[in-house]
């Protein structure tokens, strides 16, 4: 069983940031991948970044890369996505996964 919980979502200007987190517990592997997917109204859920938690190897969709940046703290089991460069396609419920497992979500709101 693994529990995640997303936090930090929030209504933004274009342009401003905000910085997701992902605080995991339960049976975790450090190996695995944690990761942030997004899913607009309307839309399909779509993949945003990932990461080992262990190991780094961040990689990004291309519509985030260079603006988004995913981090974790090993020790704290926390997975963090700093979002800057906001634009109104970013708006979106983000959630976090690891290991067949899915947070809530957190709502970002950017707008224009």
């Known amino acids: 069983q693994v529990q995640l919980v997303e936090s930090g979502g929030g209504l933004v200007q274009a342009g401003g940031s905000l910085r997701l987190s992902c605080a995991a517990s339960?049976?975790?592997?450090?190996?695995?991948?944690m990761s942030w997917f997004r899913q607009a109204p309307g839309q399909e859920r779509e993949f945003v970044a990932t990461i080992i938690w262990n190991a780094g190897s961040p990689y990004y969709a291309d519509s985030v890369k260079g603006r988004f940046t995913i981090s974790r703290d090993n020790a704290k089991a926390t997975v963090y996505l700093q979002m800057n460069s906001l634009k109104p396609e970013d708006t979106a419920v983000y959630y976090c996964?690891?290991?067949?497992?899915w947070g809530r979500g957190t709502q970002v709101t950017v707008s224009s």
């Open positions: 339960g049976r975790t592997v450090s190996s695995y991948a």
């Open positions: 996964h690891h290991q067949g497992y």
